[in-house]
């Protein structure tokens, strides 16, 4: 009775019959089921034309056109984040289990590792001269003189400020007066140096009204002209697309400034409403090089600040060399602030 009662508990009374399948072997079965056969190369072509259009959205984003709501700029504003299509794909491929699918998906990764792959790695140096940073410190800010302090921390030697409301300026003067000898405020946008400014003046950048300015920063190593700024801002309408149409102008006006300055070493910070891939800031984009996609880490999105999603604010050089480039702590902004560190050319080099 006793051997009876052991055989009933352990293996089914001796009747000899397979235990049940695990959860784990039944959810594997279902998995493998229908991998098998010639169908996996028919299924999932609507998948597999998916990643192909992924694919040449990404490869030939220049291509799309303005005509209609800007269409083509709003993509490349957000170009990276199209790559989050791929992981969908690849799933939908492994549920309809189609291997056409699958295979097709190694499309769209080609062309964004192509695109975005340098930016993965971090290729900032040691090196450098000279600190700079700029921040949008967003006119509605509730605590100026924190924000200012925050930025200063960073050990900038040159700091551009953008989006600077009269009433709060006097604010960020008594904040910064401490690190900064010398600091110029044109308009909307203001700069703060460690070392003597000359040559001051405004930046016509067809607005009516001040939001860009030009300076010779005195740097130990040489001089720099130190452009700041504020270009208008986009917006996305139901109604009219991604609107852009004095942003786009207001760039052309900075570009053909930079393209008549007789310094050699150009630095270029401000908020420019619009990413490295966004073909309406060519003018401005074609003639100078992005630090943090020459010696950054990451993307270096800047905004909106409590999600970054793209990178709006920028400093971008021309004769100076970048060394390295990042993004700073948050502020009391709707922008990070950004920073990079950059050696200047000696005239002649």
Same mark, same amino acid.
């Given at each position: 009775?006793?051997?009876?009662?052991?055989?009933? $508990?352990?293996?089914?009374? *001796?009747? #000899?019959?397979?235990?049940?399948?695990? +959860?784990?072997?039944? @959810?594997? $079965?279902?998995?493998?089921? *229908?991998? #098998?056969?010639?169908?996996?190369?028919? +299924?999932?072509?609507? @998948?597999?034309?998916?990643?192909?259009?992924?694919?040449?959205?990404?490869?030939?984003?220049?291509?799309?056109?303005n005509a209609i709501g800007n269409l083509g700029s709003l993509v490349d504003t957000f170009l990276p984040w199209v790559g989050l299509l791929?992981?969908?794909?690849?799933?939908?491929?492994?549920?309809r289990k189609s291997a056409t699918a699958l295979i097709a998906t190694i499309l769209?990764?080609?062309?964004?590792?192509?695109?975005?792959?340098?930016l993965l790695t971090d290729k900032t140096a040691t090196g450098g001269d000279l600190?700079?940073?700029?921040?949008?410190?967003?006119?509605?800010?509730?605590?100026?003189?924190?924000?200012?302090?925050?930025?200063?921390?960073s050990g900038a030697d040159v700091l551009a400020l953008e989006e600077l409301k009269a009433s709060a300026v006097p604010t960020y003067e008594r904040a910064l007066e401490s690190t900064y000898e010398y600091h110029e405020v044109v308009g909307t946008v203001g700069l703060w140096s460690k070392y003597p400014l000359s040559d001051v003046k405004a930046v016509d950048i067809r607005l009516g009204w001040k939001r860009a300015m030009r300076a010779t920063v005195a740097a130990p190593t040489g001089q720099v002209a130190v452009y700041v700024a504020h270009l208008p801002s986009v917006r996305v309408k139901l109604e009219a697309g991604f609107t852009a149409r004095q942003r786009d102008r207001s760039a052309d006006a900075l570009g053909e400034a930079i393209a008549d300055e007789p310094l050699?070493?150009?630095?270029?910070?401000?908020?420019?409403?619009?990413?490295?891939?966004?073909?309406?800031?060519?003018?401005?984009?074609?003639?100078?090089?992005s630090t943090q996609g020459a010696v950054g880490s990451g993307f270096g999105f800047s905004w909106p600040a409590s999600f970054p999603m793209a990178r709006i604010d920028q400093i971008l050089v021309k004769g100076a060399e970048p060394e390295s480039s990042w993004t700073l702590p948050a502020t009391a902004s709707d922008h990070l602030p950004i920073a990079a560190r950059v050696r200047v050319t000696a005239q002649g080099d």
């Open positions: 009775m006793a051997r009876q009662a052991y055989m009933t $508990e352990t293996d089914n009374g *001796g009747s #000899g019959s397979e235990p049940r399948p695990t +959860r784990l072997r039944r @959810l594997r $079965e279902r998995l493998t089921r *229908g991998w #098998g056969d010639r169908r996996i190369w028919r +299924r999932g072509l609507v @998948l597999a034309a998916c990643s192909v259009l992924t694919a040449l959205v990404m490869l030939a984003h220049g291509h799309i056109p791929i992981p969908v794909l690849l799933v939908l491929g492994l549920i769209p990764v080609a062309v964004w590792l192509n695109l975005f792959g340098s600190t700079v940073a700029t921040h949008n410190v967003n006119a509605d800010n509730p605590d100026p003189s924190a924000t200012a302090r925050g930025v200063a921390a050699p070493n150009i630095v270029l910070l401000g908020d420019l409403n619009g990413t490295m891939n966004d073909r309406a800031l060519n003018a401005v984009t074609s003639q100078m090089r």
